[in-house]
């Protein structure tokens, strides 16, 4: 039997992943109130897990407190997207880097593992997390864990603007299974110097259309 603190651990969890999926996808959108009585009923849950939700939420960048109690969706601007893309490219070059000067049969089993779950998961649900999962696992034989946090809380911050632009024309004329599978194979080639141009060069062309739709901010 599950004692008080873990279901309490538990609905905080849910809370929170339900929450901040709803931000990334602008359900919640930015610069939103976020008011706990109305969020508890959303969710059906009890106001302290929204409240402890909306607190890690914060700690995530993805909140935002407004004064000594009151919570709203982060806000977006293009002067902060264009931050997150500078500081994606800096700091996803030099984990890369790291990953492929460590590179063994493992890390590259995991990778190659992980683009095939990506491609299959295209079209569906599960796409964003693979998506995710592909691109951290390029940068997870890096040894440096506070490096690959800040590239993972990156990533979720760029999700965000990508949901705000979704309605642009022209970006899935983009042939982006192409792009990832420049960067796999220059990965597994250890090659640094043609992964990390190929992976900078996703990015950027991600940030080149997204920037004019981003102008309204």
Not at 183 to 203: K, M, P, S, W
Request: glycine share 6%; proline share 2%; charged share 25%.
């Amino acid at each position: 039997m599950e004692d008080s603190s873990g279901k309490e651990s538990s609905a905080t969890r849910a809370t929170y992943l339900s929450l901040r999926d709803m931000i990334l996808t602008g359900a919640l959108p930015a610069g939103e109130k976020l008011k706990i009585e109305q969020l508890r009923k959303l969710l059906d849950t009890g106001a302290s897990p929204v409240r402890e939700a909306l607190s890690l939420l914060t700690s995530d960048m993805l909140v935002e407190r407004i004064d000594q109690r009151g919570f709203r969706a982060a806000s977006a601007s293009l002067a902060n997207f264009k931050e997150i893309l500078t500081l994606r490219c800096s700091l996803e070059d030099m984990a890369l880097r790291q990953s492929i000067a460590r590179a063994s049969s493992d890390w590259e089993e995991a990778l190659v593992l992980a683009h095939h779950r990506m491609k299959r998961a295209a079209g569906t649900p599960e796409f964003e997390e693979r998506h995710k999962d592909f691109h951290m696992a390029l940068l997870n034989n890096a040894e440096s864990p506070i490096l690959q946090r800040y590239c993972s809380q990156l990533y979720d911050l760029n999700i965000r603007y990508r949901y705000l632009a979704a309605g642009g024309a022209g970006y899935q004329r983009r042939d982006i299974a192409t792009e990832h599978e420049e960067i796999l194979e220059a990965a597994v080639r250890q090659d640094g110097e043609a992964a990390t141009a190929a992976l900078l060069n996703h990015y950027r062309v991600t940030g080149d259309y997204l920037a004019p739709l981003l102008t309204d901010l």
